[in-house]
T-cell receptor
Framework: AQKVTQAQTEISVVEKEDVTLDCVYE???????LFWYKQPPSGELVFLIR??????QNEISGRYSWNFQKSTSSFNFTITASQVVDSAVYFCALSRGDFGNEKLTFGTGTRLTIIP | KAGVTQTPRYLIKTRGQQVTLSCSPISGHRSVSWYQQTPGQGLQFLFE???????NKGNFPGRFSGRQFSNSRSEMNVSTLELGDSALYLC??????????????FGPGTRLLVL
């Protein structure tokens, strides 16, 4: 069975601080995909990143960066120089890699509040 | 390209009624997945449709059903509504390439309140 753990329920930081959201996953599959989604108050899940299990390169996109470490089964997300618009609930998710079985298993989410 | 659209956005029903939610995927996407989001259970997978066939189903009672049409639009139906069915229902669409299923893109959701 697959499982995603986001131990941080809520985080508050002052604007312009850096913040890291943790994600730990469990799977027996050798091929799998990891995702991060952002959910603003409007409710829509906004896709941020998708990473397959064979690509452990860290990725940076503007103020966002992701650190994928298979050795610790972690896929952490860092926001640099946070802004008020980053306030949202962030979900880490996992899917299997086999065709026809790509449902997303989500973590419980981390509510991030950026204080102006 | 237009995103995933869901109708209606808000819905109020009473216990025992049934409800149908609609989802139109991104143009060209043939896979539609449905998820239920509640404060207690979080985000849970309901089912996935691909080319009008249900390919995967989550752990929900038979009161929850769905279908997909030839234009890839999907509907989800919940019969005999219970208070616990109050939730945000999210639809996601994706496409397939040689590498498998691509990213799932979500719609704005339908917020269902059962009284």
């Amino acid at each position: 069975a697959q499982k995603v753990t986001q131990a941080q329920t809520e985080i508050s930081v002052v604007e312009k601080e850096d913040v890291t959201l943790d994600c730990v996953y469990e799977t027996r599959d050798t091929t799998y995909y990891l995702f991060w989604y952002k959910q603003p108050p409007s409710g829509e899940l906004v896709f941020l990143i998708r990473r397959n299990s064979f690509d452990e390169q860290n990725e940076i996109s503007g103020r966002y960066s992701w650190n994928f470490q298979k050795s610790t089964s972690s896929f952490n997300f860092t926001i640099t120089a946070s802004q008020v618009v980053d306030s949202a609930v962030y979900f880490c998710a996992l899917s299997r890699g086999d065709f026809g079985n790509e449902k997303l298993t989500f973590g419980t989410g981390t509510r991030l509040t950026i204080i102006p | 390209k237009a995103g995933v659209t869901q109708t209606p956005r808000y819905l109020i029903k009473t216990r025992g009624q049934q409800v149908t939610l609609s989802c139109s995927p991104i143009s060209g996407h043939r896979s539609v997945s449905w998820y239920q989001q509640t404060p207690g259970q979080g985000l849970q997978f309901l089912f996935e449709y691909f080319s009008e066939t249900q390919r995967n189903k989550g752990n929900f009672p038979g009161r929850f059903s769905g279908r997909q049409f030839s234009n890839s639009r999907s509907e989800m139906n919940v019969s005999t509504l219970e208070l616990g069915d109050s939730a945000l229902y999210l639809c996601a669409s994706s496409t397939y390439t040689a590498g498998g299923q691509e990213t799932q893109y979500f719609g704005p959701g339908t917020r269902l309140l059962v009284l």
